[in-house]
């Protein structure tokens, strides 16, 4: 994510060539979910030629929008971590521990085989809710 003239700059100086910079149209967002902000545009650019210039790459210190299946090196720097809640409705016990175990592998597979390898899952589980009386339904 370049999101300043001096990082901007920073990156450029150690560049010879186009990169990718994870910049993508519709809105202008970087791979990691982050609004850009900043956009330093070659002239006549973003232009989306043909209709299908949707990413963008860095080269000479400007920006330019690119066909996204291009070939160019890629860089980034830093990761960021994200948080996904998923919400499972299931006829599966999941106050079973080997039942909410299989569930984890299935969706463990599931993501390998889409291409993600960089992934931790876990379960979290809501608070119990009260009963009217102010008891936990375990409790009465």
Not at 105 to 115: C, E, F, I, N, V
């Amino acid at each position: 994510m370049i999101e300043n003239e001096e990082e901007n700059q920073q990156v450029f100086s150690n560049i010879h060539a186009p990169v990718w910079i994870g910049l993508s149209r519709v809105p202008w967002t970087f791979s990691d979910g982050t609004i850009s902000s900043f956009r330093t545009w070659w002239s006549n650019e973003p232009n989306n030629l043909h209709d299908d210039e949707l990413c963008v790459t860095l080269y000479d210190g400007r920006f330019s929008d690119r066909d996204c299946t291009a070939t160019f090196p890629f860089i980034c720097s830093g990761r960021k971590q994200s948080r996904i809640k998923i919400m499972i409705e299931s006829n599966l016990d999941l106050t079973n521990k080997n039942s909410k175990d299989q569930l984890l592998l299935q969706l463990s597979a599931s993501l390998t085989r889409a291409g993600r390898t960089d992934f931790n899952l876990s379960w979290s589980a809501p608070p119990e809710k009260l009963d009217p009386a102010g008891l936990n339904e375990d409790n009465q």
